[in-house]
């Protein structure tokens, strides 16, 4: 079964984008995972096509609305489809490693991107979309953060990454950052390959990286030390 992605967008044209190259690309070439891009646009009704308006209560820029956008979401997603309705938002709630896991473990995702101020809030609660934030910064729209959804989701399924280990030790599968990386030439400007790495000893290189890994999130992530998903990893010392 593959990742099946109905993206609603005003800019369906930059779709798939940097997800047509490389891991991606080739997960969409095998038809492991399936983009399709819906232009909002076709679900206007009036003579100018119009999707937005001015917003209730004054104030700047145009609102999204919801007639339209309720209409292409109950085009694109009749009742019966199972798959979550997801709203890209800087209000929602931040897009995490397991939230990725789990859209990757289901059927696919309808996404709807935003433009202008945002959508009209009936339609997210009538239609009961899911807000998702990428990041604390606004974007434009919400076509950038959609393929930022869909790259960190496609990169999970099954056969996707080479080698399926490859994943497993990355920043935030165990709750912690990841630990820095070595390769070749052993010395670089003077800098060498720490010691550990090239001594064949796999339990001594084993515990550098989890005190590597654990170090780097106490300095600069200190608050993923507080989530459940490092609950189960190494703990720093009071
Ligand atoms: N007025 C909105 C606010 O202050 O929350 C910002 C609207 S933004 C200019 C336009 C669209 O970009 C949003 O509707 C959303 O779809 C998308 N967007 C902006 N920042 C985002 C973020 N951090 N995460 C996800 N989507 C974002």
Same mark, same amino acid.
């Given at each position: 079964?593959?990742?099946?992605?109905?993206v609603?967008?005003?800019?369906?044209?930059?779709?798939?984008g940097?997800?047509?190259?490389?891991l991606?690309?080739r997960?969409?070439e095998?038809?492991?995972?399936?983009?399709e891009a819906v232009?909002?646009?076709d679900?206007a009704?009036?003579?100018?096509?119009s999707v937005?308006?001015?917003?209730a209560? *004054?104030g700047a820029?145009?609102?999204? #609305?919801?007639?339209?956008l309720a209409?292409a979401?109950? $085009? !694109?997603s009749?009742? =019966?489809?199972?798959?979550?309705?997801?709203?890209?938002?800087?209000r *929602?709630?931040?897009l995490?490693?397991? #939230?990725v896991?789990d859209?990757a473990?289901?059927?696919? $995702? !309808?996404?709807?991107? =935003?433009?202008?101020?945002?959508?009209?809030q009936?339609v997210?609660e009538?239609?009961?979309?899911?807000?998702?934030s990428?990041g604390?910064y606004?974007?434009?729209?919400?076509e950038?953060?959609?393929?930022?959804?869909l790259?960190?989701?496609?990169?999970?399924?099954?056969?996707?990454?080479?080698n399926?280990?490859?994943?497993?030790?990355?920043s935030?599968e165990?709750?912690?950052?990841?630990h820095?990386?070595y390769t070749?030439?052993?010395?670089f400007?003077?800098?060498?390959i720490p010691?550990?790495?090239?001594?064949g000893?796999?339990?001594?290189?084993?515990?550098?990286r989890?005190a590597?890994s654990?170090?780097?999130?106490r300095?600069?992530?200190p608050?993923?030390l507080?989530?459940?998903?490092?609950?189960?990893g190494?703990?720093?010392?009071k």
């Amino acid at each position: 079964m593959s990742f099946r992605a109905t993206v609603l967008t005003l800019y369906p044209e930059m779709f798939p984008g940097h997800l047509g190259q490389s891991l991606a690309g080739r997960a969409l070439e095998r038809g492991d995972a399936v983009i399709e891009a819906v232009n909002i646009r076709d679900y206007a009704h009036d003579r100018h096509r119009s999707v937005d308006d001015t917003p209730a209560g *004054g104030g700047a820029g145009m609102v999204l #609305r919801p007639d339209v956008l309720a209409e292409a979401i109950d $085009a !694109v997603s009749p009742d =019966g489809d199972e798959r979550p309705r997801l709203l890209m938002s800087p209000r *929602g709630r931040p897009l995490t490693q397991a #939230r990725v896991r789990d859209l990757a473990a289901g059927p696919g $995702a !309808v996404i709807v991107c =935003g433009r202008f101020e945002g959508v009209d809030q009936r339609v997210i609660e009538a239609r009961r979309l899911e807000e998702v934030s990428i990041g604390d910064y606004v974007l434009s729209g919400g076509e950038p953060a959609a393929l930022t959804l869909l790259d960190a989701v496609i990169r999970v399924l099954p056969g996707v990454m080479g080698n399926a280990q490859s994943g497993a030790h990355e920043s935030f599968e165990t709750g912690l950052l990841e630990h820095p990386h070595y390769t070749r030439p052993q010395v670089f400007e003077g800098r060498e390959i720490p010691p550990v790495l090239v001594s064949g000893n796999h339990a001594a290189i084993e515990a550098w990286r989890q005190a590597q890994s654990l170090e780097l999130t106490r300095q600069r992530r200190p608050d993923l030390l507080d989530r459940p998903e490092a609950a189960g990893g190494p703990q720093p010392a009071k």
